[in-house]
């Protein structure tokens, strides 16, 4: 299946997606910030990128625009998994170069339409 990196500060939610992922059969690699999470979008090329929007060291924000501006990583599709459900920061998030979206809560159905979407296109 597909390398996943899940980048999200929250350590609940993290082993949630990783593992809801992991038993899908995808690798799953993690990462607690931004800064973390850039290093390992550089070493290990994953096939999807899941970031939180609000993480220590370096935002989702910022790390959706490193990906995208880098032309070894920015085929990367790349979703926002965030509590903030306000228009602006859904806009900040696409603005940024993300190809989705993913509200919090959301269930581990929406979590794997997602994904396989996303590795579709």
Request: hydrophobic share 45%; with cysteine; proline share 3%.
């Amino acid at each position: 299946m597909a390398k996943i990196l899940v980048a999200e500060d929250e350590r609940d939610i993290r082993e949630l997606i990783e593992f809801a992922l992991n038993f899908n059969g995808h690798e799953v690699l993690t990462a607690s910030d931004g800064v973390s999470a850039w290093e390992l979008t550089i070493a290990e090329q994953p096939d999807l990128v899941l970031l939180d929007v609000r993480m220590p060291r370096m935002d989702g924000y910022e790390l959706c625009r490193r990906i995208k501006r880098s032309e070894k990583l920015r085929h990367i599709p790349i979703a926002f998994l965030s509590a903030k459900g306000q228009e602006a920061e859904i806009q900040a998030g696409l603005d940024a170069g993300a190809e989705e979206y993913i509200l919090k809560p959301f269930s581990l159905d929406q979590l794997d339409q997602a994904v396989a979407r996303l590795l579709n296109d």
